[in-house]
């Protein structure tokens, strides 16, 4: 079992940065694809970014690429969040995958985080 706690959202102004991490507790947490999915309000869940378990394989979403980059190490993921739009305001959560390897379909993914408030003023 993989317990995930999301930290580091607030609020910011258009263009800033923050930047998020999820802390994972569980013996097997470094050996999980991990990824970042958001939800504005009235919107479905969407993808942002994801990282397989050794950091080799990474993708993000069109809508962040070149803004956003997400790493890893053994007890935490983060989600480095530049050039923020206000578009970008969303509940942010991490997910665990449950196997080794990255996805950007929510369905692959078996332990979620209670997520994160994000929200950018324009």
């Known amino acids: 079992q993989v317990q995930l706690v999301e930290a580091g959202g607030g609020l910011v102004q258009a263009g800033g940065s923050l930047r998020l991490s999820c802390a994972g507790s569980g013996r097997t947490f470094s050996n999980y694809g991990m990824g970042w999915f958001r939800q504005a309000p009235g919107k479905d869940r969407e993808f942002v970014a994801t990282i397989s378990w050794n950091g080799g394989s990474r993708d993000y979403a069109d809508s962040v690429k070149g803004r956003f980059t997400i790493s890893r190490d053994n007890a935490r993921v983060y989600l480095q969040m530049n050039s923020l739009k206000p578009e970008d305001t969303a509940v942010y959560y991490c997910?665990?995958?449950?196997?080794?390897?990255?996805?950007?379909?929510?369905?692959?993914?078996?332990?979620w985080g209670q997520g994160t408030q994000v929200t950018v003023s324009s």
């Open positions: 997910a665990g995958s449950g196997n080794r390897w990255s996805s950007t379909i929510p369905y692959d993914y078996h332990y």
